[in-house]
């Protein structure tokens, strides 16, 4: 039987090369649940609504449209029919995202959503909180983890490619804000769930970590 399968962690630690890989080999859907909270983050800002501005936050959520659907080429993420995939990856989305997942309200509409995409299993659902609030029921959890060091080098090559000009201090900095930022909230902050496999992956290649997971996937989906 398919599975929702949970993948949390911080930033940098390796959920999104896993999650997008094994939604194509188990063709799964990469429920990118981050992505909504970026999509969410883009439109407060094109609306001009504050980031801690809760009613207005609200509103804006309850108006907008977040859609995912899954190419050849990977997730596309659609705000009111736009692609908006790669406007929602700058380091000013990062932060800004960060800021109205903090939100309750917020944080309502999406799991909702998150739940309607999950409903019939087959997803790999990717966030912070999905073991912990979204599906807390599934069986195929996994946390992952990574140094410090190891999760800002990998996001300050992601940039580099991307030909983006932050320093590696610049990204480091960042990361550790925005990793307090999501762990001290009060509403579902970042939190490995009790029974989670933790995969610390600081020292194995993406293809390790996705042999590994897509084998436990696997035998939960036999039964
Ligand atoms: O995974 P990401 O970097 O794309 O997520 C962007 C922000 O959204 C991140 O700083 C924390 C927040 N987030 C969250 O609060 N809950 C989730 N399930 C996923 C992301």
């Known amino acids: 039987m398919k599975q929702i399968v949970a993948i949390?962690?911080?930033s940098g630690a390796g959920k999104s090369t896993l999650s997008r890989a094994l939604a194509r080999r188990l063709d799964y859907l990469h429920l990118d649940t981050?992505?909504?909270?970026?999509a969410v983050a883009l439109a407060a800002i094109?609306?001009?609504?504050s980031l801690n501005d809760t009613e207005g936050l609200d509103k804006l959520c309850a108006e907008i449209e977040i859609k995912l659907r899954e190419k050849p080429d990977g997730l596309v993420v659609l705000l009111n029919g736009e692609d908006v995939t790669e406007l929602i990856r700058t380091p000013e989305i990062s932060m800004a995202s960060s800021a109205v997942s903090a939100v309750s309200e917020v944080r309502g509409h999406m799991v909702r959503l998150q739940r309607e995409l999950g409903a019939q299993g087959g997803v790999i659902a990717e966030g912070r909180d999905v073991g912990t609030v979204v599906f807390p029921n599934t069986r195929a959890k996994?946390?992952?983890d990574a140094s410090l060091s190891e999760r800002a080098r990998r996001r300050y090559e992601e940039l580099r490619e991307k030909r983006a000009d932050n320093t590696l201090e610049q990204v480091r900095a960042e990361m550790e804000q925005r990793d307090k930022n999501d762990s001290a909230r009060s509403d579902s902050p970042l939190m490995a769930a009790e029974d989670a496999i933790k995969v610390?992956?600081?020292y194995m290649t993406p293809e390790e970590v996705v042999e590994w997971i897509a084998e436990r996937v696997k035998e939960l989906e036999k039964g």
């Open 8 to 10: 949390d962690g911080p």
């Open 34 to 38: 981050g992505a909504m909270y970026r």
């Open 46 to 49: 094109r609306a001009g609504v």
């Open 142 to 144: 996994f946390y992952l």
């Open 200 to 202: 610390d992956t600081t």
